[in-house]
């Protein structure tokens, strides 16, 4: 019988030698990748020109779908399908924001749900035209300053979005595509507490869909409308304006230094009256000796 020892593990110089042989053959790899990508984009501005020869759309939906699929079926690993979809959509996007660009109205400001939908429909190339309201997305919609829209149609616990069904019926747009977004709600403050929340503000549809969480922990807290959750992040209270000396009055004399502040209730931009401390009539009519500068 022989004996046999364990091989000595390898030092730390061979582990950085092996990584980087891998990464040496990562930048190969990247580079090749790299050149083909651009060899698709050039073949994709070819077929951007036929398309505007012949008149044919340049963005189908079907054919995203159809090549997605497939490089899903041919896909051996160890990259998930779902990763490799997500590649090729943005692969395709880019390929035809060359063709022409796609400009999409989405319900805005940055950071909506309606957002996300269109960045994982159309990819991160599309140029996004940021809207007030779904009525606007439909407007630019269908006046052609946008080229699709998106809009929210239905979700698992409040079921249809009301207004977007009465805008298809009464607007000439169709539709040629959905997208299913997992939807979580998250309530925002400025400090780590629910206490003293006097409003909660959101999309009425989220408003809806947090109702049994909202009546549980802020049951007192009014709930108001917005034009999107993405708003409500946004929001700041007004700031209350502080008392300002009419630009038409002379200088206070020297007697009148006790002014009182408006209230917080009132929206005044001229300072109340002087105390009763001071017996002239506001505002201050000194001698004009007794104002002049020297």
Known sequence: MTASAPTPPSSPSDKSESLSDLRVQIDSLDQRLLSLLNERAHVAEL???????????FFRPD???QVIDKMQK???????DLHVAAIWREIM?????LESPQRVAVLGPEGTFCEQAAIEYFGGAADLIYCASFDEVFHATAAGSAQYGVVGV???TEGVVTRSLDLFLHSPTHVVG?????VRHHLLRSSNSLEGVEAVL??????????TWLSKHLPNAERRAVSSNAEARAWRPPTRPGPRWPANAPPPDSACTS????????????????????????????PRAATARA
Do not use: D, I
């Open 47 to 57: 077929v951007g020109e036929v398309k505007k020869r012949e008149g044919t759309p």
């Open 63 to 65: 054919r995203v779908a």
């Open 74 to 80: 041919s896909n051996g690993g160890p990259l998930k």
């Open 93 to 97: 996007s880019a390929c035809l924001a």
């Open 154 to 156: 239905e979700n698992s």
């Open 178 to 182: 959905e997208v299913s977004l997992l």
């Open 202 to 211: 959101a999309h009425p549809q989220a408003l809806a869909q947090c109702q």
């Open 259 to 286: 002014w009182r502040t408006p209230s917080r209730t009132t929206r005044t931009t001229a300072p109340a009256s002087p105390s009763s401390a001071c017996r002239r009539r506001w505002p201050c009519r000194r």
